[in-house]
T-cell receptor, first 109, second 118 residues
Framework: AQSVTQLDSHVSVSEGTPVLLRCNYS??????LFWYVQHPNKGLQLLLK??????LVKGINGFEAEFKKSETSFHLTKPSAHMSDAAEYFC???????FGAGTRLTVKP | GAGVSQSPSNKVTEKGKDVELRCDPI?????LYWYRQSLGQGLEFLIY????????KSGLPSDRFSAERTGGSVSTLTIQRTQQEDSAVYLC????????????????FGEGSRLTVL
């Protein structure tokens, strides 16, 4: 069975600084991987997805993620955080649709 | 409809009562999922329906929880004899499933049903 581990339950950054949200997966083969975002009191929205076409995936709102098979990772990054990025972020392997525990991103002014 | 529709959006009930939560997926989506999100927690997988296959019920927390999907479309999640720990937002999602049965498609979520058990 596949699963994901989000290594940080909470990440706090200052506005304008880089964001790194970590996700590791366990699988015997290259999976598809998604990142979803959930803003406060809002529904979940797809941020980006990896489906083996390219290892560096660009998503909405300036986020991107790089699939690294050697590290079994799919970390989410953004060069410069904005206040509106404050939200809960979830990594998920679509084949079994089990979500990671989520990482809450706080952006300080 | 254009998106996944869930009802009711809010439900307050007394401990011990039964509740039913409804999900109307996007037309044509063969896969349907139920998740539970407790306050400040991640998404807990509950159950998965795919076409006419037997549902994956491995996430249901107890036998008080059940779900059905009629005609491959609308789904109802039923919680019997509700307890206070059942209070949460129940999210439904649907997606297309690629050939071969592997789900590589985007999940589309409803707004959720917020259940409060007093």
């Amino acid at each position: 069975a596949q699963s994901v581990t989000q290594l940080d339950s909470h990440v706090s950054v200052s506005e304008g600084t880089p964001v790194l949200l970590r996700c590791n997966y366990s699988s015997s083969y290259s999976p598809s991987l998604f990142w979803y975002v959930q803003h406060p009191n809002k529904g979940l929205q797809l941020l980006l997805k990896y489906t083996s076409a390219a290892t560096l995936v660009k998503g909405i709102n300036g986020f991107e993620a790089e699939f690294k098979k050697s590290e079994t990772s799919f970390h989410l990054t953004k060069p410069s955080a904005h206040m509106s990025d404050a939200a809960e972020y979830f990594c998920v392997v679509p084949d079994d649709m089990r979500f990671g525990a989520g990482t809450r991103l706080t952006v300080k002014p | 409809g254009a998106g996944v529709s869930q009802s009711p959006s809010n439900k307050v009930t007394e401990k011990g009562k039964d509740v039913e939560l409804r999900c109307d997926p996007i037309s044509g989506h063969t896969a349907l999922y139920w998740y539970r999100q407790s306050l400040g927690q991640g998404l807990e997988f509950l159950i998965y329906f795919q076409g006419n296959s037997a549902p994956d019920k491995s996430g249901l927390p107890s036998d008080r929880f059940s779900a059905e999907r009629t005609g491959g479309s609308v789904s109802t999640l039923t919680i019997q004899r509700t307890q206070q720990e059942d209070s949460a937002v129940y999210l439904c999602a649907s997606s297309l499933v690629a050939s071969g049965g592997l789900n590589t498609g985007e999940l589309f979520f409803g707004e959720g049903s917020r259940l409060t058990v007093l």
